[in-house]
């Protein structure tokens, strides 16, 4: 089982991606009353943040004033669960993350314990993106019921030792040791992928990976060059120089694990004898040279699900490559992921504005929207579009979010 821990300043948009997310379930709420908005639970924690201003801003003010916290247990583990079960493990977690002392490590008392379960919290049940692989979502209030700080220093080791603790006790497989296995699985993947590939190429090696079931994004400098990549299996992640051996899966290396695996593909061209002198055969000291196999040129095909309506969207290599590098997650955001930014980009592109308009709604959009001119200028570079089109739907998700800072 995984967990992840942090403090947030974005209590009110966490709280409601948290329980109103497509397929969310609430499995528990703490300190607050059930069947109330998302929106009522956030008013009733600040009003307690409120009830305490004093206190709280006795030494600074508490700018990140709520707590975020993912547990994920694998799939096997929860075969055939109900909400009962699921309450269960969010009760025996909290008490769990509430006893690990840190304040050795942190060399601060009030890192000794936390007191999650005398502070208002809600507990909702999520579904990934293709609806298999469940896991918990624990947003809390920064301050308990009595309006002392729960503890947040070290706050994601806090959540890793309460899920290995509970891991332990319920004979499952500890994170670390599944984490290898699905390292040595991916790696498996990767190197049956390149040895498939007639030729090595970014946007063929990402879509057969993908092909394999998983998710795989890769990262871009701004001259458009791969510089990193990560792959997902479920809800880890796990970066280029994770996986392989001796990092030949990374960016500057994987080029020549592809060679090492294709030898076929590369003959060696010796160089003419030159004429003898003296009985003496003279030979270029020239290395030989490899005849590389030549690249087509790409086009980069997408299958956008918008509404239920498929868009089929094809981008030159070029052009996707910018779309890619271009595109960035906004700061504030609500249901939005990269991948949604990026096929909001790329519908624009398409011209295809009625749909991109919709997919940012569907992610909860809060930004602007093109106006009724928007479009390619005449004399407009192609990149130049692209960048364009990245700028809009980098605007189009982002939001306006009321931030807290007592």
């Not at 508490?62 to 547990?71: F, Y």
């Not at 699905?182 to 498939?196: D, F, G, P, W, Y």
Request: net charge positive.
């Amino acid at each position: 089982m995984v967990a992840k821990g942090a403090v947030i300043t974005h209590g009110s948009n966490a709280v409601r991606y948290s329980s109103e997310k497509d397929k969310a379930e609430i499995v528990k709420v703490n300190h607050l009353p059930e069947n109330i908005s998302s929106s009522s639970m956030w008013a009733r924690m600040v009003a307690l943040q409120m009830k305490y201003k004093e206190k709280l801003n006795k030494h600074h003010p508490l700018k990140n004033n709520s707590i975020r916290i993912e547990l994920s247990p694998a799939k096997e583990e929860t075969v055939g669960w109900t909400i009962k079960d699921w309450q269960e493990l969010a009760d025996e977690f909290v008490r769990e993350f509430d006893s690990v002392d840190l304040s050795g490590k942190t060399r601060r008392d009030s890192a000794k314990r936390t007191n999650l379960q005398n502070t208002q919290y809600i507990v909702s049940l999520h579904h990934d993106s293709k609806g298999q692989i469940l896991h918990l979502h624990i947003n809390a209030n920064r301050i308990d019921m009595e309006g002392n700080v729960n503890d947040a220093h070290y706050i994601n080791d806090r959540a890793m030792i309460a899920a290995n603790t509970i891991t332990k006790r319920r004979g499952w497989v500890l994170a670390e040791t599944k984490r290898q296995r699905n390292i040595e699985q991916i790696t498996k993947t990767c190197i049956s992928v390149l040895k498939n590939m007639e030729s090595f190429n970014w946007n063929i090696y990402q879509a057969k990976v993908k092909a394999e079931g998983y998710t795989i994004t890769l990262k871009r400098d701004k001259h458009g060059k791969v510089c990193g990549y990560y792959i997902m299996k479920g809800n880890s992640r796990y970066k280029s120089s994770d996986i392989g051996h001796s990092r030949n899966l990374t960016p500057s290396r994987i080029e020549k694990t592809w060679e090492k695996l294709h030898p076929e593909k590369f003959s060696h061209v010796e160089h003419a004898a030159k004429p003898e002198k003296d009985g003496k055969d003279y030979r270029s000291s020239k290395p030989a040279s490899l005849n590389y196999p030549k690249e087509k040129p790409v086009m980069f095909h997408h299958d956008i699900e918008v509404g239920g309506r498929h868009y089929s969207v094809d981008i030159p290599e070029e052009i996707d490559n910018v779309l890619r590098n271009e595109v960035k997650m906004p700061e504030n955001f609500l249901w939005s992921t990269i991948e949604d930014v990026q096929h909001t980009a790329m519908l624009l592109f398409a011209g295809y504005i009625n749909a991109a308009i919709d997919l940012a709604d569907s992610c909860g959009r809060g930004g602007g929207s093109p106006s009724s001119d928007w479009g390619k200028d005449d004399n407009e570079d192609e990149k130049e579009w692209a960048r364009r089109c990245a700028q809009m739907a980098h605007n189009m998700h982002n939001r306006p979010i009321r931030r807290y800072h007592r």
